[in-house]
């Protein structure tokens, strides 16, 4: 079988103890966990017999090929998307239960540059964009709840370095500046957990790493979990704890020293697979399985595939 | 007192515009019509769907026309178009997490075309039309009965109370889709409820300025605020305060003139616009300005 179980075997005891998945319930279950795990769309099947544990704050990185079915994972977590098989628990429950406790951010390019909005409106909505109704034009005055909300709101834009520009239209900031306040609104609510897709897409290279280390330290001192999904491991390399690769028959999960090698992806995806390291660090991956086109090609191998 | 023309007596000027009971009732109207686009066009500007509220205001002259023409009462024929190409536009699947599609504006300008020759072809078959045709095109502002301002304040009182209940989410759906839906806000049932409201106001304000000149509410003062400020609660407030400003002040003028109404509400909502963004860009030059000369 191409997907197997590596994580029990591979991972050194995380640092929340010995007490492992087997612990019993409340802060010892893992932040995400899944059991056998599969997912169909339309018929075919995205992915199949995924196991992964994620211990509570611990930062993993989602890797894989494009088409793999990345933000699906990420939809599975959120209960977005139903699974054919397995099952998946997510802070203690099935998914779906935890709305509230998820941060979540979606995989995006940016906001429209004419939209005239500011950066704090955007963040504001975590706290309260779904409730139904009008918020009074002078309600923070009235109300403590209103005003521990905002006094939320400024504490984490300055928490994500958003302080200096959370006035200006959120139209006219950089990207990287947009995925700070993006960031500051999946956090509002003090969530335990932090699922970001593809936050470091689109971003320019000294915004990726400055974003890395934001989340990486949101994860560290706040003691958030984080799920973040990537196409290029090198900007988050040096913060993860864990990575998982997925494959379409299976995940692989451990640290990136253990996942990441030549070895490990080759047996995985059944082609020659070869990881290189370079001077500076860096792993490049070469010969991963890219599909021959994507998006609209994606769906249409289904009907050949015997 | 008789009619003397505009002098220099503002009490006077005002005590003679309202003299009329026909001016009193273009108030009304003009002031209910003037909140309801403000609020509803705000919310359009900032969805990026002007075209979608401008085909639901053209529509409302095939529908006008077609009321006229069975015999029942044009306001009925305003509204039922209205809300019937609200939700025509509102069962366009919108390609989920993307932007209107490029199909959507196509298939709206079909819905528009279609709908401006039935108009058309209404007029036609009615026969000796010609000046209802101007007015159900450019508005008949002076023509407003007050069972009429009462329908108005009715359909207005409905559609902000429907408002008012689902701005937030629907604020959080128009500027965030994907978070707001993975939030459990239903971003879909939110845009048919949404496009039904801006049906309605696209109606009353036809029954105003006409089927063509329904953007001079819906549009101008919501997208000069969106110049002025960036803070919802400020622009939302100043749209609907320009808007009454506008409308009062068309009135007042094409009163003392003979020009139409139209004209002049649409030349002042211009005029608000491009002052705005001529203030707005002169202020971020001036900023860029003095970021240049002083560096960091």
Redesign the interface.
Known sequence: MLGYRRAGEMRPTGPTGGAGPTGGAGQNDPAVRFDHAAVQVAGRTIWSDVNLILEPGEFMAVLGPNGVGKSTLIKAV?G?VGLSAGSVTVLGRPAGQS?REIG???Q?RS??AG????GI??VS??S????????L?WGDRLFPARRAARDRVREVIELVGATAFAS???GQVSGGEQQRL?IA??LVRRPRLLVLDEPLDSLDLPSQSSIAALISRICREHMVTVMLVAHDVNPILSYLDCVAYLARGGAVCGTPQEVITSETLTAMYRTPVEVLHASDGRLVVVGEPEPPARHADRHADTAVRP | MTFSGLSWNVVADVRQLLMFPFMVNAFRAGTIVAITAGALGWFMV?R?QAFAGHTLAIVSFPGAAGAILVGISATIGYFTAAIAAALVIAAVPRSL?G?AGSSESAIIGTVQAFALACGALFVSLYGGFLNGLTGLLFGSFLGISASQVLVLLAVAAAAIGVL??????L??AT??P???A????PVRLLSTVFLVLLGCAAAEVSQITGALLVFALLVMPAATA??I?????A?FGLTILLGVVIVWLGLAVAYFSVYPVGFFITTFGFAGYVLAAAGRTAVSRSRRGQALAVPA
């Open positions: 959120l977005l709305g979540y951010l979606p995006r906001f429209d939209l005239r909005v500011r409106d955007i909505l975590g309260d964009g779904e409730r139904w109704g009008v918020p034009p200006r239209p959120v993006l609104q999946a | 900032l990026r997490g932007r008012a209940l689902i701005a937030r989410p604020f959080f500027v965030d994907d978070v707001a993975a939030r459990g806000v969106q110049q400020t960036a803070r919802p609660m622009s």
